[in-house]
């Protein structure tokens, strides 16, 4: 079994553009599909093994690169866990919806909006391309 990384200051790095081939990543896509299935996650973000690369997968969406195009306005509460952080959960407040702009995996450019649950994994794993983690956005309990 692939270790999740859950050394904070790793965590907390700033994740960079993707600029690899298509072979680099889909090896990197697959040890990143591995760790996710083993652990019982719907979400992973590159940085969560070890890479500091903007890719990250959000309930079977692969997205890389990603720039958001739009915010929806309505928030939404949901109680979020997080395969570095065991036995944690955190309130979140996210928006509804989210548009980005980003590659598949074929490193083909996307556009698409991501609404309700899908909309709260694809902000949680865009949250750890920025070194951002749910314990900074809400309270721990
Ligand atoms: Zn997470």
Redesign the pocket.
């Known amino acids: 079994m692939r270790e999740i990384e859950k050394d904070f200051t790793q965590l907390r790095l700033q994740s960079v553009d993707w600029e690899g081939t298509q072979s680099e990543l889909h090896k990197l896509l697959g040890k990143m599909k591995t760790a996710m299935k083993d652990n019982n ?1 719907v ?3 590159a940085i ?1 093994i070890g890479f500091p690369v903007r890719v990250c997968i959000a309930n079977d969406h692969v997205i890389i690169n990603p720039k958001i195009k739009k915010l929806g306005s309505i928030p939404q509460a949901s109680d ?6 065991p036995n944690t959960i955190v309130r979140v407040k996210r928006k509804h919806s989210i548009e980005l702009e980003y590659l598949d995996e074929n490193l083909n450019l996307k556009r698409q909006t991501f609404k309700k649950y899908d909309a709260v994994v694809v902000q ?2 865009l ?2 391309l920025n070194g951002k ?2 314990i900074d956005r809400g309270k721990k309990y």
């Open positions: 996650g979400g992973i973000a969560q979020e866990g997080c395969l570095s952080l949680h794993e949250d750890h983690l749910i």
